[in-house]
């Protein structure tokens, strides 16, 4: 009889096993989508462990907080509560800000403060820029690259003085600013340094990872196919340059996808635009993925609503008999900007199917959920200035005494109470305000919360609270969104000309970039698969063969000819 198996490594197949167990100091594992790259990485955590390193020396990155929190709870399952805590689990962001915050304390700037002093630099600098460029240009000279409006270089330095001014750091300096004491104080403490999407990281956070594992361990996957944040930086060659900077380095790649039909594969892997069949598909066939061409936005909205009402209701079926009970959890609606969103919530909204948008926090942005939230970041740094003059007006000639009252409450109420006793008493309402209590309930302490929805909203773009209401809800989300996850059902949505790739106003949009786009969008579905057209189709479409789809139209909004997508 075989031996037992040791834990981490059951189910894993060869390739995998090789990879979760090398013992090389460098391994990178490069693979395509759903070959089980993020599970070996959570294996190889599980099977260090079993081994004897200490879970305090381990340390996972993640692209995303929601991620962090999903390989959490694996590892907790797996290894139990106190292992998995004692890990380091978290984004680039989340990790230097716990490492600066041992230091002394830390305050970051939210993103609406950031606009209002970028537009005070642009006007002191003498920059017609609005805000959000000059950002946008301030991050990219920060990241090392070149601003696309020379003119930014003017505010920079404003910007810098207005920020150090109120004590303030942004995201970027977050990142710069741990580098520097790294690089200087601590390099090399990190023993086990296991990092997921690595196609996907910027300079500074490729230095990052250097510095880290300047004596320790680093373990990177990714899949340069995949590399989707050009436009931030992130080079699609990070694997190579890896190569050169640690070697010895050991590159392990894994070619069996057991997330998608072969019918699915077979239409994504074209997108790509070019040769080479590296994915081999695991699953037993399933239906073609379905094209449908819309007359317009509203068409394919209603479209899609109707289509996803017809699979949860198990009108369909074939899920009827291989998928029995679809819930709506099961299906993601994708796109490619925020704005298309607006439409296809709307119809979702008006056939009655529940649903959550990851991504941008829109009660997020309300002003007096900004002005509460920095009220509550004031009582925790007096020092914050900025926080203190943004909740002013909301409290008036109360703010001294609410600030004294609720002070000795911050560091020990639940932040959910906090919140909804302020609103009460300042008779603050509307839907803005429950989903902040909403999501604020998902948090133990109000500064666990305060940091998870600054962070979440430049990485993640807050998917803080999502799950307290995620369960049994379609959900919505960008392609860029979309990235590491997986779902039964996908609607790709607008995957027409001028969307897909994406013509931004001002910017030409890299087509090898937006080409990996869609292949990311495309590789999120498990069982179905349909891309919807308003309009005249994405010029990738054409790489597709056509055998490879099943063709409908939608008229007039009524899911027409679904019969035919069913053999
Ligand atoms: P992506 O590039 O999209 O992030 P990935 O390579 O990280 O994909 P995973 O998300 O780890 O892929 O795995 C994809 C799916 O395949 C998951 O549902 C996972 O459980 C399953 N899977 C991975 N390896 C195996 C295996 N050896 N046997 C069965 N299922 C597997
Ligand atoms: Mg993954």
Same mark, same amino acid.
């Given at each position: ?17 090789? %990879? ?199 373990? %990177? ?8 944040? *050009? ?151 007096? *020092? ?96 860029? *969104? ?86």
């Amino acid at each position: 009889a075989a031996a037992p198996r040791p834990r981490a490594l059951f189910g894993l197949n060869e390739e995998q096993r090789a %990879a979760a167990t090398a013992g090389e100091r460098t391994v990178a594992v490069i693979a395509g989508p759903g070959t089980g790259k993020t599970k070996t990485l959570v294996a190889r955590i599980q099977h260090l462990v079993e081994t004897g390193v200490k879970p305090g020396s381990i340390t996972a990155v993640t692209f995303t907080n929601k991620a962090a929190g999903e390989m959490r709870s694996r590892l907790e399952a797996a290894l139990g509560r106190k292992a998995a805590r004692a890990m380091t689990i978290g984004t680039f962001h989340a990790i230097c800000l716990r490492h600066l915050s041992r230091k002394g304390p830390v305050t970051l700037i939210d993103e609406f403060s950031a606009r209002s002093l970028a537009a005070e630099a642009a006007g002191e600098a003498g920059v017609e820029l609005s805000a959000a460029k000059l950002l946008a240009d301030i991050s990219r000279m920060k990241g090392g690259l070149a601003p696309e409006h020379p003119e930014a270089a003017k505010a920079y330095p404003l910007y810098q003085q207005r920020l150090a001014a109120h004590r303030v750091l942004d995201y970027d300096d977050l990142l710069l600013r741990a580098l520097e004491d790294y690089e200087t104080a601590v390099p090399g403490s990190f023993a086990h340094l296991l990092v997921d999407e690595f196609q996907d990281l910027s300079p500074v956070q490729y230095r990052l990872v250097l510095t880290w594992t300047a004596r320790g361990a680093l373990f %990177a996957i990714g899949d340069p196919d995949q590399s989707i944040y *050009g436009f931030r930086g992130s080079s699609a060659d990070g694997f190579r340059r890896l190569g050169e900077d640690k070697p010895g380095l050991r590159t392990i790649r894994l070619v069996k996808n057991y997330r998608s039909s072969p019918g699915i594969l077979a239409a994504a892997l074209p997108a790509l635009g070019r040769a080479g069949d590296h994915l081999q598909a695991q699953r037993p066939g399933g239906p073609k993925p379905v094209y449908v061409n819309c007359p317009g936005e509203l068409a394919e909205g209603v479209y899609v609503a109707k289509a996803i009402a017809a699979l949860v209701g198990g009108m369909d079926m074939l899920s009827a008999g291989t998928e029995a009970g679809l819930g709506f959890s099961d299906i993601a609606v994708l796109y490619r900007t925020h704005r298309q969103g607006e439409m296809l919530e709307y119809c979702l909204k008006t056939e009655g199917i529940p649903y959550v948008v990851s991504g941008r926090e829109d009660f997020l942005a309300e002003e007096t959920v900004r002005r509460v939230l920095a009220f509550f970041r004031y009582l925790l740094d007096r *020092g914050d200035e900025l926080s203190r003059a943004l909740a002013q007006p909301l409290l008036g000639s109360d703010f001294e005494a609410r600030a004294a009252e609720y002070g000795p409450h911050a560091g020990k109420d639940r932040p959910d109470r906090l919140i909804a006793a302020l609103a009460a008493q300042q008779g603050l309402q509307g839907p803005a305000l429950d989903k902040l209590v909403q999501a604020a309930a998902l948090f133990r302490s109000l500064g666990e919360f305060l940091t998870n929805v600054l962070l979440g909203q430049e990485i993640d773009l807050g998917r803080s609270g999502q799950k307290s209401y995620a369960s049994g809800a379609v959900r919505l989300m960008t392609l860029h *969104g979309s990235k590491g996850l997986e779902f039964p059902a996908v609607f790709l949505t607008g995957v027409r000309a001028g969307l897909i790739p994406y013509d931004a106003p001002g910017r030409a949009a890299d087509p090898q970039e937006e080409r990996r786009l869609l292949y990311v969008g495309l590789t999120r579905a498990k069982d179905r698969l349909t891309l919807t057209c308003p309009g005249e189709p994405s010029p990738f479409l054409g790489d597709i063969p056509k055998d490879a789809l099943t063709f409908e139209k939608a008229l007039a909004g009524r899911p027409e000819g679904r019969q035919l997508t069913l053999f």
